[in-house]
């Protein structure tokens, strides 16, 4: 039997959940509609609490009553019960009919001992400091400009590298969504004919580490803030490529390093604005060989109003750093400024798609 390919696949089953989700709406009076918008905070409150007080993993061995999950977890009984019971109105938790608490698919994935756990994002989206700046949306809208410094009193940069602990959070976050668009990104996108791939801004290197993996006779280079010299150092050892990469600390606005055949910047370029982001590219394509590939990883706006991660993830990007989420047409125009030459742009079944570029005319 012929198998669709994912991509279709995924757009099928959008149009259906769009279509279920405008029907859906029809049937809700507009002011039910509008108070479940509003306190759908009370859900990302309540999965982080639930995640931080390791609800989950207490009910790995299989259901239990609420006063045993508390007593196990040193919490109040009753609050725990109530929390249980709210969380299960989102699929997170099933209360039994003797009045235990269940694991469900989704709070399976909030366990900490468990493959492809989400916990480490929803511990960034729950943290207090993540949603202290959410609550600057509104003055950001206004000015135009982010809200993280009104909310900490810093650059989200700055922030980072004073807050050791939010730091944690977030680059552990950061790591796991990597690995949640990498099964994506490696379906569609071939590795293997490049010898020096250069992770641009790449964290602690997971994403260099799975490159690497795809394209076993490749060398790399991750290229990030020295602060996270000796993270990426030991993440590059535990996955065995250390003896293949190495890590050079710096800034992409002011250089990056000039040996790759393959630059890739993920979720880099959208942390800024136009011009800021151009300023990177420039640095990129000052260094890199005229034979060389830049890999753009990042969400495409899609026009209209298709549902789109990208649509959200956008305000996100104004609220911290004030940088924005694209369109194609914006993508190809920042990239033919910057002296590059859109070879193609691959959507993927995740929410990020591959724009490819070229060396092109230098402005």
């Known amino acids: 039997m012929n198998r669709l390919p994912p991509v279709p696949i995924a757009r099928a089953a959008s149009a259906v959940r769009t279509a279920v989700q405008r029907a859906a709406a029809r049937m809700v009076p507009p002011e039910v509609g509008i108070l479940e918008l509003g306190s759908a905070f009370i859900a990302t409150q309540a999965v982080y609490a639930a995640a931080r007080l390791g609800l989950p993993d207490a009910l790995a061995g299989g259901p239990r009553a609420p006063d045993d999950v508390a007593a196990r977890l040193g919490l109040d009984a009753d609050a725990t019960h109530r929390l249980l019971r709210a969380c299960t109105t989102w699929g997170v938790f099933r209360e039994e009919p003797d009045g235990r608490f269940a694991l469900t698919p989704l709070a399976e994935r909030l366990r900490s001992d468990v493959p492809g756990s989400m916990r480490d994002v929803v511990l960034m989206l729950g ?92 060398e790399g280079v991750l290229f990030d803030r020295a602060p996270l010299a000796d993270g990426a150092r030991r993440l590059l050892g535990e996955a065995g490529v250390l003896d293949r990469c190495r890590f050079e600390a710096g800034s992409y606005f002011d250089t990056v390093p000039d040996d790759g055949d393959l630059y890739v910047l993920r979720r880099v370029l959208h942390d800024y604005d136009d011009d800021q982001a151009a300023a990177v590219l420039s640095t990129v394509r000052r260094h890199m060989l005229e034979r060389a590939t830049l890999l753009v990883i990042e969400g495409v706006v899609p026009p209209g109003n298709t549902p789109h991660f990208a649509k959200a993830l956008d305000l996100d990007m104004l609220v911290f750093v004030g940088g924005r989420e694209r369109t194609e047409e914006q993508w190809r125009a920042l990239l033919a400024d910057t002296g590059f030459r859109t070879t193609r742009v691959v959507p993927t079944v995740s929410a990020v798609s591959l724009v490819e570029a070229v060396p092109g005319r230098l402005p």
């Open 127 to 218: 943290d207090p400091t993540y949603q202290r700046v959410w609550g600057e949306l509104a003055e950001s809208v206004r000015t135009g400009t982010p809200g993280v410094e009104r909310a900490v009193g810093r650059t989200m940069w700055d922030h980072l590298d004073h807050d050791p602990e939010f730091d944690a959070v977030f680059n552990a976050a950061m790591a796991r969504l990597s690995e949640l668009d990498w099964p994506a990104i490696a379906a569609v996108y071939d590795f293997t004919r490049f010898s020096r791939v250069v992770d641009v801004g790449g964290g602690h290197g997971g994403l260099l580490v799975r490159m690497l993996a795809a394209a076993p006779s490749a």
